[in-house]
Structure formats: structure tokens, C-alpha cells
């Protein structure tokens, strides 16, 4: 596992998060949906993270994560996310996997797993 990535701010991977939907015909309100029902996170929040340049490290020690997050499941860049052994690399995994769905087309109340 690569553990460069616990250092990487938040704000250098999200414009590629951004891009990602968007060119899937889904929009940053419905990424942002996305990574506030993970976090805990409000509009504030994630001005503040992104503008501070917050590592993914203290992006999620500060994040309260959603109580249905052991429902994500399934293969995100050849991990099996419920298998992940590191917690924070887990939570940055269940992110991508989320945005993935998110990308593909996935209904929202799938995604947010309601």
C-alpha cells in the first residue's frame, strides 16, 4: 500500500474528482452530495479544506463518517474495499468507490445507500 497518498491535499485530487462526473453528465452538486453524506462535511467545510490544501490524513481524521459506511462494497482501483485493512486508506477508498458510482451512472439513493 501506498501511503503517499494519506499526505496528498484533498485540494490537488478534487478538481480530477470534478472532472470525472462532469464528463459523465453528472454535476459537482451531486459530487458534493456525495462526499458530504461520507464526511459529515458541509459546504463550509469543504471551502475550508480546499482552500487550506488539508491532507487526506486530516481530511478524514476530522471527518464524521456516515453510520451506513459498511455498506460500501465492491472493487475500486483492484481493492476490495470491505477488505482494506488500513482504516484510512479504507475511507479514502470508499470516496473513489462512491465517486465511481457516482461517474457510471448509479442512482443517487444507490449511491448514498438508502
Same mark, same amino acid.
Given at each position: 500500500m501506498n501511503?503517499k497518498v +494519506?499526505?496528498?491535499?484533498f485540494?490537488s485530487?478534487?478538481?480530477?474528482?470534478?472532472?470525472?462526473v462532469e464528463?459523465?453528465?453528472?454535476?459537482?452538486?451531486?459530487?458534493?452530495?456525495?462526499?458530504y453524506?461520507?464526511?459529515g462535511?458541509?459546504s463550509t467545510?469543504?471551502e475550508?479544506?480546499?482552500e487550506?490544501k488539508?491532507? +487526506?490524513?486530516? +481530511? +478524514?481524521?476530522?471527518?464524521?463518517?456516515?453510520?451506513?459506511?459498511?455498506?460500501?462494497?465492491?472493487?475500486?482501483?483492484?481493492?476490495?474495499v470491505?477488505?482494506?485493512?488500513?482504516?484510512?486508506?479504507?475511507?479514502?477508498?470508499f470516496?473513489?468507490?462512491l465517486?465511481?458510482?457516482?461517474?457510471?451512472?448509479?442512482?443517487?439513493?444507490?449511491?448514498?445507500?438508502?
Open positions: 501511503t +494519506f499526505k496528498i491535499s485540494a485530487v478534487y478538481p480530477h474528482y470534478v472532472k470525472k464528463s459523465k453528465g453528472r454535476t459537482v452538486e451531486e459530487l458534493h452530495e456525495v462526499i453524506w461520507l464526511t462535511y458541509n467545510d469543504l475550508k479544506i480546499i487550506d488539508i491532507d +487526506f490524513e486530516s +481530511f +478524514f481524521a476530522h471527518a464524521h463518517l456516515n453510520p451506513n459506511v459498511d455498506k460500501i462494497k465492491g472493487v475500486i482501483c483492484g481493492y476490495r470491505e477488505e482494506i485493512q488500513d482504516p484510512l486508506y479504507q475511507k479514502i477508498r470516496l473513489d468507490k465517486i465511481d458510482e457516482l461517474a457510471k451512472g448509479k442512482a443517487m439513493n444507490k449511491i448514498l445507500r438508502e
